[in-house]
């Protein structure tokens, strides 16, 4: 048996449909698929759970994470740690799958082996059209590079303690775990004979991020920090990167904790201030529930502050809220991701929450 893992967080539910009726469609039932929702808004989870109860193939379960980053590492390998089949297969929510993918998955199975897919490119507009898998028209091919669509070897991988969960947002991560394993001793088989997998379109992420604050949680140069993460992993021959306590996720208890507490500390954007948080205030914090609200300083926008400014007068140092967010999300990631926290940006973009249990 080969469980099938999807990691998934507010997308469209015809996309997830068209995927699912994919597999729905295989020639040979040999698998079983979990699917984890990271943390989506509840009226869109109970939205595709509903959906997913017409597969009987497919457990669902909902994760307490919508007020963290996406962190695909973390799904996983909350999924991985729990999984008892001898094989997984890191799924994708945007793909369509060939009718014989199942059987060629069961033809390559090898306890000693990874094995990833070449994946075609669907343009929007194809990706939008219901058609027999050959049928559609594929607007271009990955490369060798395309490290996403892999079978793994279940026990390898949990020797290896996972995917690095150092990975959020996106990026870095698949190629990861391909070094990782690769060290550990296991071949990486690159699969390109047939076309089995179509990805449908979407904007991604590094499209989507904006120089401003943003209500989607968003980190600048996440894509440059992971990749030269990436890198560093491959240089260091410790071929486990996260440490014993790997998927792991906020429990229910945990975030409706976090969610009720109410004593709130209000820290303005003076940089003074916001540097000493990061770098005393929250690593001396210890045995409770830490919660900030970070705002900008009312005398920033004064006209005292502006004319003093203007005349080169000495004036308070200010971050912005988006370094702010910056600079606390790269902290989180770096050092608390895995105590139980949230995250929040308020809808008016002029505030930022933060809440952390240690």
Avoid at 191 to 211: A, D, I
């Amino acid at each position: 048996m080969i469980t099938i893992l999807y990691t998934y967080r507010n997308r469209d539910l015809e996309r997830v449909k068209r995927s699912l009726d994919s597999l729905q469609q295989q020639s040979k039932k040999n698998f079983e698929v979990v699917f984890i929702d990271y943390g989506s808004d509840l009226d869109l989870a109970t939205q595709v759970k509903e959906l997913i109860l017409r597969y009987d193939f497919v457990k669902y379960e909902y994760v307490f994470t919508r007020y963290q980053p996406w962190n695909k590492c973390k799904a996983l390998n909350y999924a991985i740690k729990k999984t008892e089949s001898e094989y997984c297969f890191n799924a994708d929510i945007d793909i369509i799958f060939h009718p014989e993918f199942s059987n060629i998955l069961e033809e390559k199975l090898n306890p000693e082996k990874v094995l990833y897919f070449q994946v075609g490119f669907l343009s929007n507009e194809e990706s939008l059209k219901q058609l027999k898998f050959e049928d559609y028209k594929v607007n271009f091919l990955a490369s060798e590079e395309a490290t996403g669509m892999s079978l793994f070897p279940t026990k390898k991988i949990k020797e290896l303690q996972g995917f690095d969960e150092f990975f959020h947002f996106w990026g870095s991560e698949d190629t990861d775990i391909h070094n990782r394993l690769k060290k550990h001793g296991c071949e990486i088989e690159f699969y390109n004979s047939k076309l089995m997998m179509l990805h449908q379109w979407h904007k991604n992420y590094r499209g989507r991020e904006t120089k401003e604050l943003n209500l989607e949680l968003q980190l600048s140069k996440i894509v440059e920090i992971n990749n030269r993460h990436l890198q560093y992993n491959l240089k260091n021959n410790e071929p486990c990167a996260n440490l014993s306590k790997w998927g792991t996720i906020n429990s229910e208890a945990e975030f409706n904790e976090l969610d009720l507490f109410k004593n709130e500390l209000i820290l303005n954007n003076k940089s003074e201030i916001i540097d000493h948080f990061l770098f005393v205030e929250l690593p001396k914090f210890q045995n409770g529930i830490l919660s900030v609200r970070f705002v900008e300083d009312d005398f920033q926008s004064s006209l005292k502050y502006k004319l003093k400014k203007r005349v080169g007068k000495k004036v308070p140092n200010y971050y912005t809220l988006k370094e702010i967010n910056d600079k606390l999300l790269l902290h989180i990631i770096s050092f608390y991701h895995q105590y139980a926290y949230t995250y929040k940006i308020s809808n008016d973009l002029k505030s930022i929450s933060f809440k952390i249990k240690k």
